[in-house]
């Protein structure tokens, strides 16, 4: 039996933490797909739970001064205003 987009995100966190983008790329998904990810995410988080387990998040921080941030997706730092943002990772414990 085939899995499903979200059995197979599953199985890749359950392995190691992975960026939204990473994880199109690991699956073979175009890059545009990336917001798709996170609506699976939300899922995910929902199902783990139900096994006992927990959809863990390393949140974006900024690369020039640190700054982390809370939400998943971060395009620009409001402290000092760079661009260089380390995208989240997510992984499941």
């Given at each position: 039996m085939e899995k499903t987009l979200l059995e197979?995100?599953?199985d890749l966190l359950e392995k190691e933490a992975l960026t939204a983008k990473e994880i199109?790329?690991?699956l073979g998904l175009e890059p545009e797909r990336e917001k798709?990810?996170?609506s699976i995410l939300d899922r995910i988080a929902k199902i783990v739970r139900r096994k006992g387990k927990r959809l863990m998040m390393i949140p974006p921080r900024c690369k020039n001064c640190g700054f982390e941030f809370s939400k998943p997706k971060a395009t620009k730092c409001p402290r000092c205003k760079s661009?260089?943002?380390?995208q989240a990772r997510f992984t499941i414990r």
């Open positions: 197979e995100i599953i199109c790329y690991k798709d990810v996170y661009e260089r943002i380390e």
